[in-house]
């Protein structure tokens, strides 16, 4: 439905004032308009109906999204997200409930525009749960006029909103904290050039010729412990595979019994192995 319906005026940054004049000047519905327009839309599909529902709340929208100004985001944008929000309302609003549309709306007007401040606000996403959204919003207003909060505070929250105490704590420390970009400015200083976060979160192993070095590097050694293993004799090689390079590792009494002599020849006939390997292997280290 959304994209069936067009607003009188395209709602971006420079035109934000013009938008509201046009909004505000649009004809209110009476109870009862509201809910012969709500019917023709819900029985018969009159999209023109849900038009002029939507046009004649546009400006209770306006009004609900002046209250998230202060989050720093485009308000013609938290406008845009609200008026979402009022085209779903309307597509399910049932006119038989005996209620305004925009004490049905408004529940649906706001989560479009919490779910569009919660994902805009910060670059890390700041609340996922359900409860911490609640305390998004919440406790950012409690916040107003308080420090850091005091334990009486943050339990009277916590039980306000019916989260756990740790909740509350957690997001007290993310709306405290601010965002920082990977790579500041021209900095005046060697001081302020190293707060940014490039230099000291550098990642050295993600250098393209070191990475392509260690790999022609690892190559060549499986190479020499390749040819290192053909070399052994065949008891030997098979001692080796036996107690390193299968899964279901066999131990010196098994071998020892396959080749009818002792665990303890066993265990120096591995021993020696190794030893070839290890030398082999690292002879160019």
């Given amino acids: 439905m959304s ?25 209110k519905l009476n109870a009862e308009e509201e809910r012969e327009l709500a019917i023709r839309f819900r029985d018969h599909q009159d999209l023109e109906a ?27 944008d938290i406008v845009q997200e609200g008026n979402i929000g009022l085209m779903k309302a309307v597509k399910r609003f049932n006119p038989d409930l005996g209620i305004r549309l925009v004490s049905f709306a408004v529940h649906w007007i706001r989560a479009e525009i919490h779910e569009y401040v919660i994902k805009n606000w910060r670059i890390v996403k700041i609340a996922t ?25 943050a339990e009277a929250i916590a039980q306000n909103l019916n989260v756990d105490l740790k909740t509350v704590y957690e997001m007290e420390t993310r709306l405290d904290g601010k965002d920082m970009a990977f790579d ?9 050039a190293y707060s940014a976060p490039i230099s000291y979160l550098e990642q050295h192993n993600t250098d393209p010729a070191l990475l392509l070095e260690n790999a022609d590097w690892a190559g060549h050694k499986e190479m020499l ?4 293993l053909q070399g052994l004799d065949e008891r030997s090689q098979d001692i080796v595979a036996s107690r390193w ?28 192995a190794m030893k070839k390997l290890k030398g082999a292997v690292s002879i160019l280290a």
């Fill in 184 to 192: 500041l400015p021209e900095a005046d200083s060697s001081e302020e």
């Fill in 3 to 27: 994209n069936s319906l067009a607003l009188p005026i395209t709602l971006t940054a420079g035109n934000f004032d013009s938008y509201l004049n046009v909004v505000g000047q649009t004809n």
């Fill in 225 to 228: 412990l390749s040819n290192a």
């Fill in 245 to 272: 390079l299968t899964e279901k590792k066999l131990t010196l009494h098994e071998l020892a019994e396959r080749y009818n002599v002792s665990a303890e020849r066993i265990r120096q006939l591995e021993k020696n």
């Fill in 129 to 153: 749960t359900k409860s911490q959204r609640k305390l998004f919003f919440n406790l950012r207003k409690s916040k107003k006029n308080l420090g850091w909060l005091s334990k009486n505070e």
């Fill in 50 to 76: 849900a038009k002029q529902l939507v046009m004649a709340n546009l400006r209770f929208v306006a009004h609900v999204a002046r209250g998230y100004n202060g989050y720093g985001l485009p308000m013609n």
